[in-house]
Nanobody, 116 residues
Framework: QVQLVESGGGLVQAGGSLRLSCAAS????????MYWYHQAPGKQRELVAS????????NYADSVKGRFTISRDNAKNTAYLQMDSLKPEATGVYFC?????????WGQGTQVTVSS
């Protein structure tokens, strides 16, 4: 059974930091590209960052470049999203997604609230 479990969300003041984790089981983690998505209240889910299976290549939404860092530890089957200089608009649920050609799996999400 495939499971992606996000953790690390919480309440933080604007300008603060959080580190999200996504622990995967039931898949060969090192073969999957990992994605982090953000869903703000009342809005559609949006891609925040991605990292290829080897970890060699990362991509970010323009809105988070220079403030967020995606990484992964294939030995621990875990992906991370380091979020610095958080803004109130970062409030919402963050989901991780593991994807390869015909497979896509989602976690249940972790809530992040940034107070102004």
């Amino acid at each position: 059974q495939v499971q992606l479990v996000e953790s690390g969300g919480g309440l933080v003041q604007a300008g603060g930091s959080l580190r999200l984790s996504c622990a995967a089981s039931g898949i060969t983690f090192s073969m999957y590209t990992m994605y982090w998505y953000h869903q703000a209240p009342g809005k559609q889910r949006e891609l925040v960052a991605s990292i290829l299976s080897s970890g060699a290549t990362t991509n970010y939404a323009d809105s988070v470049k220079g403030r967020f860092t995606i990484s992964r530890d294939n030995a621990k089957n875990t992906a991370y999203l380091q979020m610095d200089s958080l803004k109130p608009e970062a409030t919402g649920v963050y989901f991780c997604n593991a994807r390869k050609i015909f497979d896509s799996y989602w976690g249940q999400g972790t809530q992040v609230t940034v107070s102004s």
